[in-house]
């Protein structure tokens, strides 16, 4: 039997299973781009959503093993990533697959019309353009290539779950890097930076970084590096999340061509 590789141990954004891998490539990332919009994608800014969807499932990933280990599991399973989200709210990305997931069913709350009756969930749509939950399974090679990285193995129904929310995570990114390129910046959300109970402060450079994603250059046709960390800063609402989502983004495009 072939053993299990060591997984490394997380010391920051430096960490070989955090920078090293790539599961989610260019080609991927642009695919999902134009289901949303014409405008042209750089390379630079595909590696760069590329690599905060990586951080952002990384991150959901360590925290559902977390559960695991405390129920002294090694396979993940659906349960703990409800646990990784309850413990970490920042985690709470990728919303609109809760709805079609069995594993969130009941937790959005139940809708009522105005005559009490129970509002049925809404079904799956039929449409021909790919959206983000059709579209899900494209994921798979690379969510599990990335728990492969993490150590970690999971039942179907977590992968599954996996593959949702990195696909809605990265459909809701291109829509608002869209956006920032159609509005010339960040103008609908600005740059408030919420801190989490405990942690402290965000440093002075990662304000001046937000303060300077609020404005843009460049032409209307093409979302680039800059507009996917302005868009990172409206997915990613505050904390040591989108910190370092938007660092390791910076790191991972220092040596790609904006073509």
Do not use: C
Request: net charge positive; hydrophobic share 40%; charged share 25%.
């Amino acid at each position: 039997m072939t053993a299990q590789p060591a997984r490394p141990e997380r010391s920051g954004p430096e960490t070989a299973s955090v920078m090293e891998v790539s599961p989610f490539k260019p080609s991927l990332v642009k695919a999902v781009f134009r289901d949303v919009t014409p405008m042209h994608v750089s390379r630079s800014a595909a590696w760069a959503a590329a690599s905060v969807t990586r951080t952002v499932l990384t991150e959901i990933i360590d925290g559902a093993r977390r559960a695991a280990a405390a129920e002294a599991r090694k396979k993940l399973m659906p349960g703990d990533l409800l646990s990784a989200i309850d413990r970490n709210v920042e985690l709470e990305v990728g919303a609109k697959w809760y709805d079609h997931s069995p594993t969130f069913q009941g937790l959005t709350g139940v809708v009522y019309d105005a005559e009490g009756v129970i509002v049925p969930s809404r079904k799956r749509s039929r449409s021909r353009k790919p959206s983000a939950v059709v579209g899900a399974h494209r994921f798979e090679a690379g969510v599990k290539k990335l728990l492969w990285s993490q150590g970690a193995t999971a039942v179907p129904a977590m992968v599954r779950d996996l593959d949702g929310i990195a696909s809605v995570f990265l459909t809701d990114l291109a829509r608002d890097a869209a956006m920032v390129v159609r509005e010339g910046g960040v103008k609908r959300f600005g740059t408030v930076t919420l801190v989490m109970s405990g942690e402290p402060a965000p440093p002075s450079f990662l304000k001046d970084s937000l303060q300077a994603l609020s404005a843009r250059r460049g032409d209307g046709r093409t979302i680039g590096r800059e507009d996917i960390l302005a868009a990172t800063t409206i997915q990613l609402f505050g904390g040591n999340l989108r910190q370092r989502a938007l660092t390791e983004a910076r790191e991972a495009t220092q040596n790609t061509s904006a073509g």
